[in-house]
């Protein structure tokens, strides 16, 4: 039997491959990381780690049955009054007062302002600052220090898994509702995307 030679063009195929797989990541970056082999993968998600920035806020309970408890009530309290015609973000901070975390409820839940991935301290809490829908009451969740109620509000860098939508505001209500609706948008042109807020005023949820 005779063996063929290993095709000269291999490593340029290879290249043309490796060079497809870049393009798609600077041209849909949060889609391209599903095809990206490991190496590059990793720094898909070093470069999200880098410029993904999140406004959140969170409402906090005892880490018990009674503590979770009570945060489905809320949560359930807070999606009434969004159906009532409250923007989200006004019934989240109005509720946020009953928080046991008593830096942030004092804000409204607010956890910090466009905040960059593992500011926060608790791991859990970070990752759903990043990983919860947009714009809508999610958990209860689990970390270290309690159950969480969580509202993204805003969230810069991740357009393409939030359907290309970056905050959630407020519309007046259509027809005979009285109110307002709670609208995701994408991201304001005339916003340069570069405020922060202080270091000396980011929750530290220790």
């Not at 830096?103 to 990983?131: H, K, M, W, Y």
């Not at 970056?166 to 709670?182: D, I, K, L, M």
């Amino acid at each position: 039997l005779s063996h063929q030679a290993a095709s000269p063009c291999l490593p340029t195929r290879v290249g043309a491959v490796l060079m497809q797989r870049v393009l798609l990541l600077l041209l849909l970056p949060h889609a391209a990381c599903l095809v990206l082999p490991g190496p590059l993968r990793q720094v898909y998600y070093d470069w999200v780690a880098l410029n993904a920035r999140s406004t959140t806020r969170h409402i906090m309970k005892p880490l018990t049955t009674a503590g979770r408890e009570e945060l489905l009530l809320l949560k359930q309290q807070v999606r009434a009054d969004v159906t009532a015609g409250s923007f989200v973000v006004d019934a989240f901070a109005s509720a946020a007062t009953v928080s046991i975390d008593e830096e942030s409820c004092q804000n409204g839940g607010l956890i910090g302002r466009r905040l960059r991935q593992g500011v926060c301290i608790l791991p859990e809490l970070d990752r759903a600052c990043f990983t919860a829908p947009l714009g809508e009451v999610a958990g209860p969740l689990r970390s270290s220090e309690g159950y969480h109620l969580v509202l993204v509000e805003e969230r810069l860098g991740l357009a393409m898994h939030d359907g290309g939508n970056t905050r959630v505001v407020a519309e007046p209500a259509s027809g005979e509702r009285s109110g307002v609706r709670s609208v995701l948008k994408p991201a304001d042109p005339a916003d340069d995307g570069n405020e922060l807020l202080s270091p000396v005023n980011v929750v530290t949820l220790v």
